[in-house]
């Protein structure tokens, strides 16, 4: 495909895929479940897809992509750095997972188009964004036992959730990627997160990135 060059060219591919989104649930429960993470050296990266079988979240296929970036880092097109490279570790698969669990934004973003909708929209999966900062938007503190959330406000609409996956951690910043409802993708983070405060996605992904690189 051809990739934007400039933060116009992007933010042009933005708005022109994110009336693609849906924010509603889509097919049965998920079997299998991936979790995607990207690390940096510099301009190298390493672009990391981990399959988690859904029930016991053993591990079931794993792909690694070296790369470089091909676009500035620009607050709110950090996609344009990622998906190139998580797009050709998603191809290397042995299984397609029926939901992508990103390191980052879906719809809460200022054009309601992260990373996490990005790959949804392009692969035509279920997925969710699970970032462990905010990007956009207001709340209120959830209480601080575990499952605890509070909407995640941005112009008025809530375009996610701020979720409490261990009892006094630090919370989550859920939002939908694509084919997913919010309430989902709050109990899918849950499920994910049966022992920590990152989905067990999040972590196996994000230790083979790491060494990778």
């Not at 070296?66 to 490279?85: D, K, M, S």
């Not at 279920?126 to 605890?148: D, L, Q, W, Y």
């Amino acid at each position: 495909m051809n990739w934007p060059s400039t933060a116009a060219e992007a933010i042009a591919v933005q708005e022109e895929l994110r009336g693609q989104v849906d924010r509603t649930d889509y097919g049965p429960p998920p079997r299998t479940v991936a979790g995607l993470d990207v690390q940096y050296d510099g301009d190298r990266l390493a672009a990391a897809v981990v399959v988690l079988e859904w029930e016991t979240l053993a591990e079931v296929d794993r792909a690694v992509v070296p790369g470089r970036t091909a676009f500035p880092y620009v607050p709110g097109l950090f996609a344009f750095r990622e998906v190139p490279a998580l797009l050709d570790a998603l191809e290397q698969l042995e299984t397609t997972p029926d939901l992508l669990v990103c390191d980052g934004q879906g719809v809460a973003h200022p054009r309601r188009f992260g990373l996490a909708s990005h790959l949804g929209v392009l692969t035509g999966l279920p997925s969710i964004g699970v970032a462990k900062t905010a990007f956009v938007g207001t709340h209120v503190e959830p209480a601080a036992e575990r499952g605890s959330a509070a909407d995640l406000v941005l112009d008025g609409e809530v375009v996610g959730a701020v979720l409490r996956t261990q009892d006094g951690v630090k919370p989550l910043y859920v939002s939908v990627g694509h084919r997913v409802s919010l309430a989902t993708a709050i109990s899918h983070t849950l499920h994910l997160s049966p022992r920590y405060r990152l989905p067990e996605t999040t972590r196996a992904a994000d230790r083979l990135c790491r060494r990778s690189l």
